[in-house]
């Protein structure tokens, strides 16, 4: 019998495979459908910092529009007795998914400034969720920013939420760090349960017709699980927090090569969104089909084997890689040419 | 006080709705001004499931309209509820037949009925009593109030009295006076209430009830032999009724403290001279007897609480023995009765007191009456005094009139302004604001923080402008430790407040000021620079008054704060920093709990910023030391330009400057007409930023035109030589429609009359290639343009309008040359109604006649001093009236049937006259088919020609003929109102129109709210959006009209949305006139009430339409009469679900914050009836397109 379980900050899980934050969580229903195509834990939709901020400011503004202005219509809404401006609404979710499956609830928290962090996170612990992770979305965009204030606001955010909170705190982070794994290894000594790699780099396009800057989220690709392979890779055995494989884990394979290189779970979305929940199971067989056919035992055996600390050629996480990958793409150019 | 009780400041309206709710099962409600907050509370109180005292939650039901509200309630009464309602003016002479039903059968009930004016000359919203005067005959007990606190006791008076005498009981009070006024009172508790209402009653009134379980018959029909001595037979009720009134008022006075009687007599035991008075001028004249008695006069005045039934001798024996001169005083004008009612009735209970001996006096005193106060017009101690004095004078005026100067009938009695009573130990502050700052809402604050904290009495009246946009607010406040009787505006405050500096450039706000007194003002220049840019009639009253004078730029700590433009905390911390009303350590404690208490539901972030504000405040407040001397050259300007017409100078310009008080009765008309095309007067300069028009990037569309609601952005197309002496900044560039090749084009706009919405930018298409975040059209600051572009607009005006005969209707982007006639309205920034009706007076302007039904429409397009209705240069323009709110379907139909009966007549007189006029004229005048600008201009010419011909005859016929002569142009009929009267309360009337086959066309601006009146639900709200008297979400969806108009086969329907196709609106107002039958188009109309960014309202009307939420289509009769299908659904298949219209908007969102699960219920909804109805066209626009091919 194939041992599938691993170990997520501290969690024990049924197998490797989660589900990350995704639309998939927006209902309870759906949360059930990711627990009976085999999810080991779920990760819930976003909370969003701001935008809690942004609709208190707006209800606010919008509300008061055009009030006292005229003697018939001093107002325009009856007021609310009662609005549900903060996380309410999320911190019923999770309490309504703790009661519908038996698999551990992880909350995601998305925002990019200490803001109103710690108060959420605590609310969100009281709420029963398993695990809190905390997705800072932060891009640097004003030059005036220096590397070192951009990481400080990453260990203030963790630092305020570690405090503030006893369940286990996983931090999603981007891979755009001088040094990402001098970062890793901040956060970790800051007391981060877990580095989730990585959040998406969600960049914009061109309407042409129009001349406007659009949103465009695009779905990942296998080929985008090569990031965090690398420093899940390089990162694992290093750290005493857990390390999770997210963006680009499609198939079994990939998450075979995501735990040889380190990681404790993959998460999946992109792909379940693309196939469908059921896709869970099959990724599942297809895990066990190969640990079968590889003489597998468990997935403990797999996991960091193929990490820098234990294959078979370290300098293929480094320079030295990068080099022999240069040369290898000109040999296929001018072969190709010459062909 | 009796310290069990609670402690609150409230106004009128929410005191007697708080005592209505609590003693009643069902409660009927309607909108309508100033009563619709009575209604909006029950709603709201019922949604959180607020229990009445005998702990279950009543029954609020909104109605179609007040007459529907009656009857509800009437069928309640019967089937053995206790029912009420809340109304005002023209609603409730919609109550009036029930009334009569409901005392006849002696049905216990109590109506409130917040006073208000009745609709004569002019509608009005303000406070008098000629609405309740009206139900004298109604067989209702009549029982006034007159203040906030007697609101809150008279309406469980009026609940308790009725159960016990069976008659049912017409509570009022003054409209806006004390509806609207926030004062201290001591709140009623359930027990009190519980004291009071008869349980023995109650149960007799349920015995009575209709139940097939002891059937009755009730509501006969009787004839003459009955009928009369029937009508008797209810007498002994009336006769027992003030007794039984007199028995609960002792009662109440027994349980609470406060004393009322059926009479109540204030003043001298051995007075000479008393007043006869009700509602909440009797406070003022309470505060003047006292005042006048304490410096040794002899004076009295009798409240009247009990008017009907009248009770002859309670009366007479409120009247001390001395009195030898009585004044009544009526609000309300009786013209051509004897005197007005009060009067009257004092009259005759006087004659039958001393004829049966009642009361002590002997002999029979002078009593003369008068009138005040009609339409809330101010009523002050000064008034009062002079009343008295009237009284002294031999022979006293008769049927007088105060607070007005009548230079035509000469009944106004004089005053002197400056006689004030006015305690010593009192704060009276005034305060200036914008509609939104914050001001009113930091002022109720105030009051609350002092009435409920502190032993001192507050009280609070607001004075809100007539326009929706840009509107200045004064706040009127007092405070101080005895009760505060003074129910009208402050007039000497040791405190004024300007919160906005444009003001200061417009109204003298210091002449209120007192010696000494302290002026706040919100300035953009510190401390060292303000004085000098001072406006010198400001800094003469600064020197001369001796003031203190304190500085705050508000604007930017709202900025710094993340306040926006609101000030509210910002200048209540400086009210309280500098008046020190309150010690200001204890008072800042005081806001800053407040903070929390009011924003703590609204969340965190909005709590901090406005802690912060408070500390912001306090660091940005500074004393300027007056200086001795005038430095100012900045000179009020004139509140209309010099060149206006005298009339608009010295009359509507006058009011503008807020001084109509002060025009005497011969500057006005005699019956309400006034001349239109006079909002251009007005230069209201509220944007702080206008579009300014690149004509390089410009593709000339006309859309930022056609959407702007004020009409500030103009299109002219013109031959170049009208560029001569054009001034410096005048932009223009070739046009580029074909057919206009060789002339020039500008696109300006009108820089102090825009109020910087933006709409127009969100819809230009044409961006700069190089920096795509400018378009042919954007914001920029408008105080650098106002002078040169005031110099531009008035060079562009004098630009000629092309000729409308060469302008092709059906292309935007030539039609929107076609001048405005309506223009410059008060409406709200960005509104979405005021586009429609701006294009329909391009298309057919100049030969519109307008019935215009009560409601924002009415509001921006009749509330004086200006109208936006305007006139071409021939002196051509729409005319407008408004008749009333349930009736102005029927209103503009008999505007077609007069039209077209003087039509037929006069052509019948062309066909009579023919040998005179000539045959070929004849001829032509009458076979004209009018069916284009080209035709209208040579019928025009052909009239003008008649005219000339018929000026010369003098024959009946030929004069009756230069008569109607103008008939035989083309009348264009316009019905205009918003969704509250056609879908509701004008249906009735709507379809009948409609069905009548008749040529009107009837255009209904559908905001799905009475926006007018604050937004409270109609039928046409839809499913899920949030609206007053839909507190939880609309259940119901939303009522079809458009279909049901399509049922008769006979009527143009169009539903339109400019936002989302403007081509298409364009269209279906062409097709709509052209149809020689009823035509009705429904026009989406975003509006404030939704809850949107009111720039990007035309987006969030494209993805109505995107969504399905909004159908855009065409029924045109015409297509049916050619065998074709005439329903042309012109929207294309949803491409975006309805979530995505309904999360753009706070009347749905708010949902989600409030009750989530029940938002995720109707948002399902919603989508399933967007997808049923878009299904149920689609099939109509189809199947019956197969048939015809069939």
Known sequence: MIDLSTKYVGLRLRTPLVASASPLSHEIDGIRRLEDAGASAIVLYSLFEEQLRLEQMELDDRLAAGTDSFAEAVSFFPQANEFQLGPEGYLDHIRRAKRAVSIPIIASLNGATVGGWTEYARQIEQAGADALECNIYFLATDPDDSSNEVEQRYLDIVLAVKSAVTIPVAVKISPFFSNMANMAKRLDALGADALVLFNRFYQPDINLEELEIVPNVLLSTPQDLRLPLTWIGVLYGRLRASLAATSGVHGAEDVIKLLMAGADITMLCSALLRNGVGHLRSVENGVIKWMEEHEYESVRQMQGSMSQLHCPDPSAFERAQYMRAVKGAQHVVFSGREA | MSAKRKIKTMDGNEAVAYVAYRVNEVIAIYPITPSSNMGEWADEWAAQGVPNIWGTVPQVMEMQSEG?????????????????????????????????????????????????????????????????????????????????????????????????????????????????????????????????????????????????????????????????????????????????????????????????????????????????VMGSGAEVAHETVEHLNARGEKVGLVKIRLYRPFAVKDFAEAIPATVRKISVLDRTKEAGAVGEPLYVDVVNALHEALNHGYGKLRTLPVVVGGRYGLSSKEFTPAMVKAVYDNLEAAPPKEHFTVGIQDDVGHTSLSYSPEFSTEPENAVRAMFYGLGADGTVGANKNSIKIIGENTDNYAQGYFLYDSKKSGAMTVSHLRFGPQPIRSSYLVSKANFVACHQWIFLERYDMLSALVEGGTFLLNSPFGPNEVWDHLPRIVQEQLIAKNAKFYVIDAYEVARNTGMGSRMNTILQVCFFAISKVLPKEQAIESIRKSIRDTYGRKGEDIVQKNLKAVDETLAHLFEVKVPEKLTSTVEMPPPFSPSAPDFEKNVLGVMYAGCGDQLPVSAFPADGTFPTGTAKWEKRNLALEIPAWDEKICIQCGKCAMVCPHAVIRLKVYDSKQLANRPATFKSTDARDKEWQGLKYTIQVAPEDCTGCGICVEVCPAKNKTEPRLKAINMVPQPPLRVPERENWEFFLKIPELDRRDIKLTNIRQQQIEQPLFEFSGACAGCGETPYLKLMSQLFGDRAVIANATGCSSIYGGNLPTTPWAKNAEGRGPAWSNSLFEDNAEFGLGFRLSIDKQTEFARELVKRLAATIGEALAIALITSPQKDEADIYEQRQRVDLLKEKLKNLNSLDARQLLAVADLLVKKSVWIVGGDGWAYDIGYGGLDHVLASGRNVNVLVLDTEVYSNTGGQASKSTPRAAVAKFAAGGKPAPKKDLGLMAMTYGNIYVASVAMGAKDEHTLKAFLEAEAYDGPSLIIAYSHCIAHGINMTTGMSDQKTAVESGKWLLYRYNPERAAMGENPLILDSRAPTRKVKDFLNMETRFKMLLKSKPEDAKRLWEQAQQDADARYRLYEFLAQCKSKAAKA
Not at chain 2, 115 to 129: K, P, V, W
Not at chain 2, 136 to 144: D, E, H, K, P, V
Not at chain 2, 251 to 273: E, I, T
Request: aromatic share 8%.
């Open chain 2, 68 to 276: 529907g509200a009656a009857g509800a309630v009437h069928g309640a009464l019967q089937t053995g509820s206790l029912s009420t309602t809340f109304t005002a003016s023209q609603g409730l002479l919609l109550m009036i037949p029930n009334m009569n039903k409901i005392a006849g059968e002696l049905t216990p009930a109590a109506f409130h009925v917040s006073a208000r004016t009745l609709a004569t000359h002019a509608l009005s919203i303000f406070g008098d009593h000629s609405d309740v005067m009206s139900c004298r005959t109604t067989g209702w007990a009549m029982l006034s109030s007159n203040s906030v606190q007697e609101a809150m006791d008279m309406a469980l008076i009026a609940h308790a009295s009725t159960l016990e005498s069976r008659i049912p009981f017409l509570h009022f009070f003054d409209g806006f006076r004390t509806s609207h006024e926030v004062n201290k009172i001591e709140m009623l508790s359930e027990d009190d209430m519980r004291a009071l209402i008869n349980m023995d009653r109650v149960f007799e009134h349920r015995q009575r009830a209709l139940s097939p379980d002891h059937p009755v018959l009730r509501g006969t029909a009787q004839n003459p032999d009955v009928f009369f001595q029937m009508r008797e037979r209810a007498n002994p009720y009336y006769d027992e009724c003030p007794a039984k009134v007199r028995t609960i008022m002792e009662k109440f006075g027994a349980l609470v403290g406060r004393s009322y009687h059926l009479f109540d007599y204030v003043g001298a035991p051995d007075a000479d001279r008393v007043i006869v």
